[in-house]
């Protein structure tokens, strides 16, 4: 599975963002997809993670942040609402077809090459 991820940009304090993250291969239906977040010298952080239909948040994005799947364009979409300053990071898309931590990026085998957001205040 190769991940493509795109849709950052600038925004200001309390704008939005939708990052969206194309799969190649056959299984993408078949895969956890999640969304993690890494800041200037801040390890790599979860955000949220998509198994099936199920989700999954971190604490500090429930409420603004949506995480989706389109299975017939092998996409996954992170829509943030309600954007802080501290959202600023390289966002990355990640897939593996076994999660079993889904917060844990040490579980996700394929990763894109990330996409910049960075929230004015």
């Known amino acids: 599975v190769q991940l493509q991820a795109s849709g950052g940009g600038l925004v200001q304090a309390g704008g939005s963002l939708r990052l969206s993250c194309v799969a190649s291969g056959r299984t993408f239906s078949e895969c956890v997809m999640g969304w993690f977040r890494q800041a200037p010298g801040k390890e790599r952080e979860f955000v949220a993670a998509i198994r099936r239909s199920s989700t999954a948040y971190a604490d500090s994005v429930k409420g603004r942040f949506t995480i989706s799947r389109d299975n017939a364009k092998n996409t996954v979409y992170l829509q943030m609402n309600s954007l802080k300053p501290e959202d600023t990071a390289v966002y990355y898309c990640?897939?593996?077809?076994?999660?079993?931590?889904?917060?844990?990026?040490?579980?996700?085998?394929?990763w894109g090459q990330g996409t910049q957001v960075t929230v004015s205040s």
């Open positions: 990640a897939a593996n077809t076994v999660v079993y931590d889904l917060s844990s990026p040490r579980d996700y085998r394929h």
